[in-house]
């Protein structure tokens, strides 16, 4: 029981929905044949793009609220402390999605992002009917959903990296149930919400 009250916690960190893009870019920049052919400059400026926008300027913001008394818990929080951090989320991801990732130049990460944000809006509409959609759940399976599309994509062999992903899934569920954060239904609204959109646009792509 200790034990689990270590390591079952640290899913909610590693996977924290605010991480998802970086490791998403990353896996992409690591995996897909398409990177020999985009010049260096624009790789670093992509990654730095993806960062600023979905990592340091909403940390920024999270210490923002927090010191406002806006956001009680970098891991939890109700209903009431969602609206404003995830209606930013969506602004940040159309400005991702508009102006930095370009369809032309970096067509997967574009989808990637696209669906991010269309499961921004999907659950933001969660928050407005009062439902508490799990976003550590969201971001976890949209990024198995990346994966596994990249993998259909470019036919590769990153079995174990999917198997991998599906054990980070079922971990991340895990520890929200274990700190009972969300119900079932909760998890399963938040999965669903994270891989749909994702699906319905690799299907388009693929």
């Known amino acids: 029981m200790n034990y689990l009250k270590r390591v079952l916690p640290l899913f909610s960190y590693i996977f924290h929905p605010i991480f998802i893009s970086i490791y998403g870019t990353l896996l992409y920049l690591l995996v897909s044949p398409n990177v020999h052919y985009i010049p260096v400059n624009q790789i670093y400026l992509t990654l730095i793009q993806v960062s600023i926008l979905t990592l340091l300027l909403p940390l920024s913001i999270y210490f923002l609220f927090v010191s406002l ?14 609206r404003l951090p995830i209606a930013l989320q969506v602004v940040l991801l159309f400005i991702l999605i508009k102006w930095s990732v370009s369809l032309n130049s970096l067509p997967e990460l574009y989808y990637f992002f696209l669906g991010g944000f269309l499961s921004s809006i999907l659950v933001l509409i969660s928050v407005l009917i009062k439902f508490k959609a799990s976003l550590h759940m969201l971001g976890v399976s949209s990024l198995f959903s990346f994966i596994y599309a990249l993998c259909l994509l470019y036919e590769l062999p990153l079995i174990n990296s999917v198997a991998f ?10 520890s929200r149930l274990y700190m009972k954060s969300h119900t079932t239904l909760e998890l399963i609204i938040g999965i669903l ?6 699906m319905c ?5 693929l």
């Open 69 to 82: 008394g806006v956001i009680s818990s970098f891991t939890e929080a109700s209903l009431k402390e969602r």
């Open 165 to 174: 992903s599906i054990i980070c899934v079922g971990a991340v569920a895990s």
């Open 193 to 198: 919400i994270g891989i749909i959109p994702q």
């Open 201 to 205: 646009l690799w299907s388009f792509w």
